[in-house]
């Protein structure tokens, strides 16, 4: 069964604002080429929708790491669960997920990927949850700054549930 859940963002909004990102990001870009590096499982909806509003050239590729278990409790344990295929030295890439919350995942990734010598890196979410941070990062493209509420839906989950919600929604 589903928990009672409270829509924050409808799908119209995201749809908006995910082409405003697209259409930012790919006039920052102009002239160059993106490695777009999705952190799974949460940012391969959100990215999905951005890579298809960029207008310039755009490779895709993946890492996973996990942070949460299954509840809604983050952790300072970071790990790397699955690697980058695609080599980064000497590419701009843009590094991709759902949200930053504490920032102890994102910025685990970004000095991973930093060890490889991009030309550049620049981060960019969907949802921003600023008053929960505890690591000193912040994102380049931020799609929405959320409250410190745990949400779900567009790729976001509970216990594995609710990534397919075309919205996102707070648990109550
Ligand atoms: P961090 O606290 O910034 O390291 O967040 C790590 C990960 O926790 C994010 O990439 C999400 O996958 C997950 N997460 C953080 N906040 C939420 C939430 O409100 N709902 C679902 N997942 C979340
Ligand atoms: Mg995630």
New binding site residues.
């Given amino acids: 069964m589903y928990q009672k859940l409270d829509i924050l963002i409808t799908e119209e909004s995201i749809r908006r604002r995910v082409k405003e990102l697209g259409e930012k990001i790919s006039s920052d870009y102009r002239g160059r080429e993106i490695l777009a590096i999705g ?1 799974l499982k ?1 940012a391969w909806i959100f990215m999905s929708d951005l890579v298809r509003n960029i207008k310039i050239p755009v490779m895709c590729d993946f890492i996973g790491v996990s ?2 278990g299954d509840g ?1 409790v ?1 952790s300072e344990r ?1 790990k790397l669960i699955s690697d980058i295929r695609i080599p980064v030295n000497g590419k701009d890439v843009l590094l991709i ?10 910025k685990f990734v970004k000095y991973y990927l930093e060890s490889k010598n991009p030309a550049s890196i620049k981060l960019c979410v969907l949802l921003d ?1 600023q008053s929960r941070r505890k690591v000193d990062i912040h994102a380049d493209y931020a799609g929405f700054t959320i409250p410190d ?4 839906g567009y790729g ?3 216990a594995e549930k609710y990534r397919n919600l075309p919205y996102i929604a707070a648990v109550k």
């Avoid at 997920?97 to 994102?106: K, N």
């Fill in positions: 952190i949460g942070s949460y809604a983050s970071v997920d759902d949200i930053i919350d504490t920032g102890f995942s994102i949850k509420r745990f949400v779900v976001l989950d509970y």
